[in-house]
């Protein structure tokens, strides 16, 4: 679990979480709360792409494995159709073979990926690194 000295550390933090399994939502949503980010979690890339027409987030967490729309589908969207907002930080979770999803979600524009299961240590030092502005 995520050291209690690194309380607060993705204050105010807009994180959109893309996650079609409702557990790993909230899960996901807890840990970076916890860590004083602001998050919305959504179950389809569908879902994220109108929601970032209103919620500006500084961070995306997209799951890569998802029905009807997959998360690389999702941020090459995100990126070719939104212009500079598309060049949001993104970070791709998926417990697909590491090998295989690191390659390809760097290849479509994620700048990090996390396994599944997520160690909540490992994420939070991803975004702190995919996020230098949250660095105290």
């Known amino acids: 679990m995520v050291a209690a000295v690194?309380?607060?550390?993705?204050?105010?933090?807009?994180?959109?979480?893309?996650?079609?399994?409702?557990?790993?939502?909230?899960?996901?949503?807890?840990?970076?709360?916890?860590?004083?980010a602001e998050v919305k979690t959504v179950a389809s890339a569908e879902s994220a792409f109108h929601l970032l027409a209103d919620y500006q987030p500084d961070?995306?967490?997209?799951?890569?494995?998802?029905?009807?729309?997959?998360?690389?589908?999702?941020?090459?969207?995100?990126?070719?159709?939104?212009?500079?907002?598309?060049q949001i930080p993104a970070i791709a979770v998926s417990a697909l073979a590491p090998e295989v999803s690191l390659s390809e979600s760097l290849a479509v524009g994620f700048q990090a990926y996390v396994p599944k299961p997520v160690d909540f240590d490992e994420l939070i030092a991803t975004i702190l690194r995919v996020c230098p502005s949250?660095?105290?």
């Open 6 to 36: 690194n309380v607060l550390v993705l204050k105010g933090l807009r994180v959109l979480v893309v996650d079609d399994e409702e557990d790993s939502q909230t899960l996901l949503a807890f840990i970076l709360e916890m860590q004083g």
């Open 59 to 86: 961070l995306l967490l997209c799951d890569i494995a998802m029905p009807d729309e997959d998360g690389y589908s999702l941020l090459q969207r995100v990126r070719s159709l939104m212009g500079h907002s598309g």
């Open 134 to 136: 949250q660095e105290e």
